[in-house]
Nanobody, 124 residues
């Protein structure tokens, strides 16, 4: 069992930055991938980024590549999402999730554990 708690969301202006944190507890195995997803009102949950807990390899959605950076601190069991140059279309509830798959995936249904989410609102 894995528990995930997100923090760091808020209301910012376009062009600003935010850093989200996701702290995991429970049984964290090195083969896991931890991902960030987001869901805007009326839209499906979409992939943002994911990172290998063991090797640190990362994958990003095209919409955030070059603006967002996912990173981890194994000692703190925490994954971060640094979001720079935020745009209005980044407004959403952001969730972190863990997949037990050892193969990197962008598919939400393949992630086994989810946090409750943190709201990010970007105003123009």
């Amino acid at each position: 069992q894995v528990q995930l708690v997100e923090s760091g969301g808020g209301l910012v202006q376009a062009g600003d930055s935010l850093r989200l944190s996701c702290t995991a507890s429970g049984r964290i195995f090195s083969s896991y991938y931890l991902g960030w997803f987001r869901q805007a009102p009326g839209k499906e949950r979409e992939f943002v980024a994911t990172i290998s807990w063991n090797f640190g390899g990362t994958v990003y959605a095209d919409s955030v590549k070059g603006r967002f950076t996912i990173s981890k601190d194994n000692a703190k069991n925490t994954v971060y999402l640094q979001m720079n140059n935020l745009k209005r279309e980044d407004t959403a509830v952001y969730y972190c999730a863990v997949t037990l798959s050892e193969i990197v995936t962008r598919t939400p249904s393949l992630y086994n554990y989810w946090g409750h989410g943190t709201q990010v609102t970007v105003s123009s």
